[in-house]
C-alpha cells in the first residue's frame, strides 16, 4: 500500500473513532483521538480546548442513534492530512423529537511517532430538522 493511502486510512479509521465516541459519549474514547493540543471551530461560537469539546459531547441532553459521513476525502501532506466531507446524524432528544443533522466539517489530524491525533475540528451546521 502507498504511504499516502496508508495514511488516508489511519486517519479515516480516526474518524471512524470519533464517530463511535460522540455517538456513545465516551470521554475515554475521544480523549485518544482528540491531540492535547486540539481546537473545535464553529462559526458564530467561541472556540473549544480538547476539554471542553469532550465536556460539551458527554453532557449534551440528545441521544445519536446513527452518525457517519457523507462525500469523506482526505487529503495528506506528510505528517499532516485533512478531512473533508458532511458529518450525518440522526438525534432523539428527551421530549421524544427527533433531528436531523447535516454538518459540514473539514478536520486536521498530524501524525506523532507513527500516530494520528485531530489537532483542529472546524464544523458548520448545514441544515437541521426541528
Known amino acids: 500500500m502507498h504511504a499516502d493511502q496508508s495514511a488516508q486510512q489511519a486517519v479515516l479509521g480516526i474518524q471512524e473513532?470519533?464517530?463511535?465516541?460522540?455517538?456513545?459519549?465516551?470521554?475515554?474514547?475521544?480523549?485518544?483521538?482528540?491531540?492535547?493540543e486540539f481546537v473545535g471551530r464553529s462559526p458564530?461560537?467561541?472556540?473549544?480546548?480538547?476539554?471542553?469539546?469532550?465536556t460539551t459531547l458527554t453532557t449534551f441532553p440528545g441521544l445519536i442513534t446513527t452518525i457517519g459521513g457523507e462525500g469523506i476525502a482526505v487529503q495528506v501532506f506528510g505528517a499532516v492530512a485533512m478531512l473533508t466531507g458532511v458529518q450525518v446524524a440522526q438525534l432523539a432528544w428527551p421530549d421524544g423529537t427527533v433531528r436531523s443533522s447535516r454538518v459540514m466539517v473539514s478536520n486536521v489530524f498530524c501524525q506523532r511517532d507513527r500516530t494520528w491525533a485531530m489537532v483542529l475540528?472546524?464544523?458548520c451546521e448545514l441544515v437541521h430538522d426541528r
Open 17 to 36: 473513532r470519533f464517530w463511535q465516541a460522540l455517538q456513545s459519549k465516551d470521554a475515554v474514547l475521544l480523549a485518544t483521538v482528540l491531540a492535547p
Open 121 to 123: 475540528s472546524h464544523a
Open 44 to 54: 458564530g461560537e467561541a472556540d473549544q480546548t480538547r476539554e471542553e469539546l469532550i
